[in-house]
């Protein structure tokens, strides 16, 4: 399967706006008053990269095979991704675009030509 950064996002929206816990919508359009709400989803966002850097971790003093530890750290990583797009999506970045921009500006940073 074969889907666009704008198909998942539409994906993702769409089950935000479908959920909620207690009466509280898993979408907030994040503005000036919800710099609280932000920071929340971003502590959420590190949270799965630190789950994804401990099974990591487990890996590199031996625990595990990064084969066999590749399903877990596969699901912490799209855990990450999933809160990455609902940020981006509920505090209105477009990551295609500022994708773009960021690989224009490291061309000039690291001196690349194409």
Do not use: W
């Amino acid at each position: 399967m074969s889907l666009t950064l704008d198909e998942i996002k539409k994906i993702q929206k769409n089950f935000d706006q479908s959920h909620s816990v207690d009466g509280r919508s898993f979408y907030v359009s994040v503005g000036e008053e919800d710099a609280a709400y932000l920071e929340h989803m971003a502590v959420c966002l590190i949270g799965e990269v630190g789950e994804f850097c401990n099974v990591l971790k487990k890996v590199v003093r031996g625990d595990l095979s990064l084969v066999d530890a590749k399903p877990d750290l596969s699901e912490e990583l799209t855990d990450s991704f999933i809160y990455l797009i609902k940020i981006a999506n509920q505090f209105g970045v477009d990551l295609e675009a500022e994708f773009l921009a960021k690989v224009e500006k490291n061309k000039v940073r690291f001196k690349l030509e194409e």
